[in-house]
């Protein structure tokens, strides 16, 4: 007749204290099968476990710790030496770099105190603080306005030679078209000969006042100042005995008795005396008498 082991034998048989476990997960696939004898109750109860998903997934966990395991060990075999390496590159490196004997560098950085010079090895060199006296900054002040009055004396300088190049541009005698002085630049607004119930002993040239007036010909000027009628005149006696006249000036630049060049500059226009504008009023007297000036002008090659 056949046996049947209790739950309770097979647990003692296998060895396993999951076996009541394991039994109650295959029964619930089924009811319970018996057994004849125990080397088909330990079959069956590994074809069990196998069979059983959960059981798999333990089996995985458990094969997974040990390789772990067996893998930390081997990381702490070996990662002292890769370490110990990497240190030694770092120490030589460090030390190259830093002028430092290499057995005073360590994982951790250098053992002994860098040299004093090590920053300026590295290019920061700290500036030195420059601190000015009193006698330094007086006589930074002084070549301060040695240096400004030398700037105004040029400047001052330069204006005026400026302005005397422009005087003598202006006073050069200017060559008219017919190759005689420039007299004055302007433009005739009355001629010689009645008017107004009166005679006009010259010509007016219209100018603006102040516009420099040439003296024609060479000569003696006999007349620099007040004069009725004209404000104030200049006349010049040149050398055939004519006597040219100039009225209604702004100023006269020069005196009596004095001789002149021509093409001197020896007044300017103006609009004094009995005038209705700035003009030049020139006249020519030959004999005592007054002419018409034009052609004795014209005759010389005056420009006007």
Request: no cysteine; net charge negative; charged share 10%.
């Given at each position: 007749m056949a046996r049947h082991r209790s739950p309770?034998?097979?647990?003692?048989?296998?060895?396993?204290?999951?076996?009541?476990?394991?039994?109650?997960?295959?029964?619930?696939?089924?009811?319970?099968?018996?057994?004849?004898?125990?080397?088909?109750?330990?079959?069956?109860?590994?074809?069990?476990?196998?069979?059983?998903?959960?059981?798999?997934?333990?089996?995985?966990?458990?094969?997974?710790?040990?390789?772990?395991?067996?893998?930390?060990?081997?990381?702490?075999?070996?990662?002292?030496?890769?370490?110990?390496?990497?240190?030694?590159?770092?120490?030589?490196?460090?030390?190259?770099?830093?002028?430092?004997?290499?057995?005073?560098?360590?994982?951790?950085?250098?053992?002994?105190?860098?040299?004093?010079?090590?920053?300026?090895?590295?290019?920061?060199?700290?500036?030195?603080?420059?601190?000015?006296?009193a006698a330094s900054l007086i006589k930074a002040a002084d070549l301060y306005q040695a240096a400004a009055k030398a700037t105004a004396d040029k400047a001052a300088a330069d204006k005026a030679a400026a302005d005397k190049a422009a005087a003598d541009k202006a006073a050069a005698p200017a060559i008219s078209?017919?190759?005689?002085?420039?007299?004055?630049?302007?433009?005739?607004?009355?001629?010689?000969?009645?008017?107004?119930?009166?005679?006009?002993?010259?010509?007016?040239?219209?100018?603006p006042i102040g516009t420099p007036i040439h003296v024609p010909e060479g000569g003696t000027v006999i007349s620099s100042g007040p004069a009725s009628g004209f404000g104030l005149w200049v006349r010049v006696q040149h050398a055939d005995g004519t006597i040219t006249v100039y009225g209604h000036i702004n100023r006269s630049f020069v005196k009596v008795g004095q001789q002149v060049a021509a093409g001197d500059v020896i007044a300017e226009t103006g609009n004094r005396g009995e005038s209705t504008g700035p003009h030049l009023h020139i006249g020519v007297m030959q004999n005592g008498s007054y002419v018409n000036p034009k052609p004795w002008l014209d005759a010389h090659g005056i420009g006007y």
């Open positions: 309770s034998g097979r647990r003692a048989h296998l060895g396993l204290p999951l076996t009541a476990a394991l039994a109650a997960a295959g029964a619930g696939g089924g009811a319970a099968r018996p057994r004849s004898h125990a080397t088909s109750s330990t079959v069956a109860s590994l074809a069990e476990l196998t069979a059983s998903a959960p059981l798999r997934v333990v089996a995985a966990v458990v094969a997974g710790g040990a390789l772990a395991a067996a893998g930390q060990q081997a990381l702490d075999g070996t990662l002292p030496s890769v370490l110990d390496g990497l240190g030694e590159a770092l120490g030589a490196s460090t030390a190259a770099t830093l002028d430092v004997p290499a057995d005073q560098i360590t994982p951790t950085g250098v053992t002994a105190e860098l040299p004093q010079a090590a920053p300026a090895a590295l290019g920061h060199v700290a500036p030195e603080p420059q601190i000015a006296d078209a017919g190759g005689g002085i420039q007299m004055i630049v302007g433009q005739i607004t009355s001629g010689f000969g009645g008017r107004w119930g009166t005679v006009h002993q010259g010509l007016d040239i219209a100018a």
